[in-house]
C-alpha cells in the first residue's frame, strides 16, 4: 500500500464503525475509557468522545487515550501499527484502495474479535504504550497530511486543470452526445454539467505542450509518463463543479464499450462529491450514486443527486455536507454494492443522517431494481 492509498482508505474508514467492529459499545458518539481504573466511579458514564468527521477520538480525562482510527485499534487490541492496519483490511476489504470490492469477502467481521476483560487489556495497553522506540514508529509518518514534493502551488496545479476544461468543445454533436443519448442523458443535463469532450486529441495534444512544460503536465497528472495527454481513449470529460461552476477536479469516460477502464480520475483524491452544489444545506433528500452516469441519470429525472466513484472514495469530512439531509443510496445491485451500501447506511446512521436504499419503500420508485443492474440500466439506459 503506498502512503497515497493508505491515506484513502483511512479517510473512507468511519472511527464510529471501525469501534463498533472492534465491540466498543458507542453510545451516541461516546463511548468508556479503555483505562476505568484512572477514573472516578470506573468510568460509568463514557468519557470518550468520538468525532467522526474528523476521524478522531479523545479520553477527556486521559491524556494518552486519543487518536486516530489507526490509534484506536492500536490501542483497544494492544498491537502495533502493522497489526491494526491488518486487522482494518480484513474487516474492510471493500474499502482497500484499488482493490477489486468483489463478493468473495464476508462484510465487516463485527464482534469476531476476542474481547479480553476491560482490565487486562488497559494493563497490556499500558505495557505497549511505554514500550519505545516501536518498530512501526518508521511507518507512522505514512499517516501524516504531509504534502508530496510539490512541482507548483495547488493554486496553480487548479489553475492548469480548468485550462485544460476551457480548451475542450461542449459534447453537442459529437460521438460523446450520441453516447449519452444513448443512456437517455440529454442536452439540458449536459449545459447544466458543463459536460466536454476532447474532439480533436492530437491538437490537443499539441497545445498542452505549447502552454505547459512537460514536467508540469504530468504532476498536474493530465499527461502520462510518455509524454502524452492522458485521455486518448476516454474523451468523455466530466468536470466536478464547485459552487463557483468551476472545476479543478474532473473524470474521463470512455464511450468505446470495449475500453477498460471505462474511467479514469485525475490523480489526487477526489475532494468532494460530484455535482456537490445539491448539497445545499437545505433539508430535503438526496440520491447519492455510484459513478457520474449514473448521478447524471437520476439529474436527468428531475431527481437531486450527487456522485462519488465508489464506496472506497466517500470520505468522512464529506459528512457535514450531508447533514439536512436524508440520503437515497443508489449503488449498483450487485454483491459488491449492496455490500458498499450496508456500509454507508451505518456511516450516515452514526452521523444521525436518515438513508434508505433505492427502492425500499419509496412510493414514487415503480419496481425494484433487477440484480446486477445499474441506475442507469435501470430507467432504459443501454450500455
Ligand atoms: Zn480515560
Known amino acids: 500500500m503506498t502512503s497515497e492509498e493508505l491515506k484513502q482508505f483511512?479517510?473512507?474508514?468511519?472511527?464510529?464503525?471501525?469501534?463498533?467492529?472492534?465491540?466498543?459499545?458507542?453510545?451516541?458518539?461516546?463511548?468508556?475509557?479503555?483505562?476505568?481504573?484512572?477514573?472516578?466511579?470506573?468510568?460509568?458514564?463514557?468519557?470518550?468522545?468520538?468525532?467522526?468527521?474528523?476521524?478522531?477520538?479523545?479520553?477527556?480525562?486521559?491524556?494518552?487515550?486519543?487518536?486516530?482510527v489507526f490509534n484506536l485499534v492500536q490501542q483497544y487490541k494492544s498491537c502495533s501499527f502493522m497489526e491494526a492496519l491488518d486487522w482494518l483490511k480484513e474487516t474492510y476489504p471493500f474499502l482497500l484502495p484499488?482493490?477489486?470490492?468483489?463478493?468473495?469477502?464476508?462484510?465487516?467481521?463485527?464482534?469476531?474479535?476476542?474481547?479480553?476483560?476491560?482490565?487486562?487489556?488497559?494493563?497490556?495497553?499500558?505495557?505497549?504504550?511505554s514500550q519505545e522506540p516501536r518498530e512501526e514508529e518508521d511507518l507512522q509518518p505514512l499517516l501524516e497530511e504531509k504534502p508530496a514534493k510539490e512541482l507548483i502551488p495547488e493554486d496553480e496545479r487548479?489553475?492548469?486543470?480548468?485550462?485544460?476544461?476551457?480548451?475542450?468543445?461542449?459534447?453537442?454533436?459529437?460521438?460523446?452526445?450520441?453516447?449519452?443519448?444513448?443512456?437517455?442523458?440529454?442536452?439540458?443535463?449536459?449545459?447544466?454539467?458543463?459536460?466536454?469532450?476532447?474532439?480533436?486529441?492530437?491538437?490537443?495534444?499539441?497545445?498542452?505542450k505549447e502552454t505547459y512544460s512537460l514536467?508540469?503536465?504530468?504532476?498536474?497528472?493530465?499527461?502520462?509518463?510518455?509524454?502524452?495527454?492522458?485521455?486518448?481513449?476516454?474523451?468523455?470529460?466530466?468536470?466536478?463543479?464547485?459552487?463557483?461552476?468551476r472545476a479543478s477536479h474532473f473524470q474521463a469516460r470512455a464511450i468505446d464499450s470495449s475500453v477498460e477502464p471505462k474511467e479514469l480520475h485525475l490523480k489526487g483524491s477526489v475532494p468532494f462529491p460530484y455535482n456537490m452544489t445539491a448539497l445545499d444545506q437545505k433539508k430535503g433528500w438526496i440520491y447519492l450514486c455510484e459513478g457520474v452516469i449514473d448521478t447524471l441519470t437520476m439529474l436527468q429525472q428531475g431527481l437531486q443527486a450527487v456522485g462519488i466513484p465508489g464506496v472506497r472514495s466517500f470520505k468522512m469530512q464529506w459528512l457535514p455536507l450531508f447533514k439536512e439531509k436524508n440520503v437515497v443510496l443508489c449503488l449498483d445491485h450487485d454483491e459488491a454494492g449492496r455490500k458498499g451500501m450496508e456500509?454507508?447506511?451505518?456511516?450516515?446512521?452514526?452521523?444521525?443522517?436518515?438513508?434508505?436504499?433505492?427502492?425500499?419503500?419509496?412510493?414514487?420508485?415503480?419496481?425494484n431494481m433487477k440484480e446486477g443492474e445499474d441506475v442507469n440500466e435501470w430507467f432504459g439506459g443501454k450500455k
Request: net charge positive.
Open 10 to 68: 483511512k479517510a473512507s474508514l468511519s472511527i464510529t464503525s471501525v469501534a463498533e467492529a472492534l465491540g466498543i459499545d458507542v453510545v451516541r458518539g461516546r463511548f468508556h475509557c479503555f483505562c476505568p481504573q484512572r477514573h472516578a466511579n470506573g468510568d460509568r458514564t463514557p468519557s470518550v468522545s468520538i468525532s467522526e468527521d474528523r476521524g478522531l477520538f479523545r479520553c477527556w480525562v486521559c491524556e494518552d487515550v486519543r487518536g486516530d
Open 98 to 129: 484499488g482493490g477489486k470490492s468483489g463478493p468473495q469477502e464476508g462484510s465487516p467481521k463485527k464482534r469476531s474479535v476476542q474481547v479480553s476483560s476491560a482490565v487486562e487489556r488497559s494493563s497490556r495497553a499500558q505495557e505497549s504504550r
Open 158 to 208: 487548479k489553475k492548469v486543470v480548468l485550462s485544460f476544461l476551457k480548451m475542450l468543445t461542449p459534447v453537442d454533436g459529437t460521438p460523446a452526445a450520441a453516447y449519452l443519448m444513448k443512456r437517455r442523458i440529454f442536452k439540458p443535463v449536459w449545459d447544466r454539467m458543463l459536460l466536454r469532450t476532447i474532439t480533436d486529441y492530437n491538437a490537443l495534444n499539441r497545445q498542452l
Open 215 to 245: 514536467e508540469v503536465l504530468q504532476y498536474v497528472g493530465l499527461f502520462n509518463d510518455k509524454g502524452n495527454l492522458r485521455y486518448y481513449k476516454h474523451p468523455l470529460i466530466f468536470p466536478y463543479l464547485d459552487p463557483l461552476r
Open 343 to 367: 456500509y454507508l447506511q451505518q456511516v450516515f446512521g452514526n452521523a444521525g443522517i436518515r438513508t434508505i436504499i433505492l427502492g425500499d419503500g419509496l412510493e414514487n420508485i415503480p419496481v
